[in-house]
Nanobody, 125 residues
Framework: QVQLVESGGGLVQAGGSLRLSCAAS????????MGWFRQTPGKEREFVAA????????YYADSVLGRFTISVDNAKNTVYLQMNSLKPEDTAVYYC??????????????????WGQGTQVTVSS
């Protein structure tokens, strides 16, 4: 059974950085794609970043392009989201997700089969 556990969220001032981690277990993820999404109260969950576990192209929402970086550490079975130059509008619960149709990488919530519980990121102005 796939299990995804996010960590690394917290409170940071605007302009600061955070690194989110997603520890993945229960499967061999070489045929999976991994994504990060975020959600604020009253809004739909939105795409942030995605990539195939095995590497290759990375995909980002326009709102985070150039500030956020998604990466995979095979040895640690962990997906990261490095977030720099954070803005108050980045405040949200961030979710890690997995989809088993790599090398195709989707960027919509409906395509992802497995989700973590989320970690809160709050950026103060």
């Amino acid at each position: 059974q796939v299990q995804l556990v996010e960590s690394g969220g917290g409170l940071v001032q605007a302009g600061g950085s955070l690194r989110l981690s997603c520890a993945a277990s229960g499967r061999t993820f070489s045929s999976y794609s991994m994504g990060w999404f975020r959600q604020t109260p009253g809004k739909e969950r939105e795409f942030v970043a995605a990539m195939a576990w095995s590497g290759g192209n990375t995909y980002y929402a326009d709102s985070v392009l150039g500030r956020f970086t998604i990466s995979v550490d095979n040895a640690k079975n962990t997906v990261y989201l490095q977030m720099n130059s954070l803005k108050p509008e980045d405040t949200a619960v961030y979710y890690c997700a997995a989809d088993q149709r790599a090398p195709v990488v989707f960027t919509t919530t409906a395509q992802f089969d497995y989700w973590g519980q989320g970690t809160q990121v709050t950026v103060s102005s």
